[in-house]
């Protein structure tokens, strides 16, 4: 049985020939462009929403600002800036005053850094760490073999707090740095406040999760 599902990963369209980059491009049978103006028509209401409507309108003219040469066209452009610069010029955009970051233990040095450098824009930091509470992991039903250190205490990643902490301070944005798989998912889950990410955890490449898909081919094939 042929898979409808949209799948925008398999498309096989050269990029700028397809139906999401212009009107009457081409796309394959399960493309959700092509599949249900509906659901295209639903979703541009929530965009007319007064809160959506700015966020996106500035998040767009922040993609706009990352890069240059735009006036030689699109084959010219060239990027223009790092993300953290990025995220600061968004904030700077929204008006935002009070900036939340969730961290992890293993950053806590970039956590520093990080901190230093928006608090030198004039930003109220609030942040939390991902070991906040001081929890035993045997809270979550952990055995001596389930944790890293055996033998010896040691407190459970806690990124509901993380997210309740920053939500008693109302924070305006959140940030997020290095927290682990699911440790995310759960922050994202619970944070009131809008939220982008700085950084993913990956400890083997040094938190550039997407050098093992580079090398797919090469020193990472197992993964295939």
């Known amino acids: 049985m ?3 599902s949209p ?15 212009k009107e009457g491009g081409k796309h394959p049978k399960n493309c959700p462009t092509a599949a249900d103006q509906t659901i295209i028509d639903d979703t541009l209401l929530l965009y007319k929403q007064d809160e959506n409507f700015e966020f996106a309108r500035q998040a767009s003219r922040q993609e706009k600002d990352g890069y240059s040469n735009r006036e030689l066209g699109y084959e010219k452009v060239r990027p223009a800036k790092p993300r953290i610069e990025e995220i600061m010029e968004f904030i700077e955009r929204m008006g935002y005053r009070k900036i939340g970051m969730a961290f992890c233990m293993g950053l806590r040095k970039e956590a520093g850094m990080v ?4 608090s030198s824009r004039g930003l109220h930091m609030v942040s939390a760490i991902c070991k906040i509470g ?14 890293i250190s055996v033998g010896q205490f040691e407190s459970m990643c806690n990124p509901i ?6 939500n008693r301070e109302k924070t305006e944005f959140n940030i997020l740095l290095g927290l682990c798989v699911g440790h995310d998912s759960l922050f994202l889950k ?12 990956d400890r083997v490449t040094g938190h550039n999760p997407l050098a093992a898909v580079y090398t797919l081919d090469s020193y ?3 993964l295939k």
């Open 2 to 4: 042929q898979d409808t």
């Open 7 to 21: 799948n925008c990963a398999r498309c096989s369209i050269k990029a700028d020939d397809r139906i999401c980059r």
């Open 115 to 118: 901190e230093k450098i928006f």
């Open 134 to 147: 001081r929890v035993p992991k045997e809270e979550l039903g952990l055995k001596e073999d389930e944790k």
């Open 161 to 166: 707090l993380q997210a309740e902490v920053l």
């Open 190 to 201: 619970y944070a009131d406040a809008p939220c982008t990410v700085l950084a993913v955890k």
């Open 220 to 222: 990472y094939r197992a």
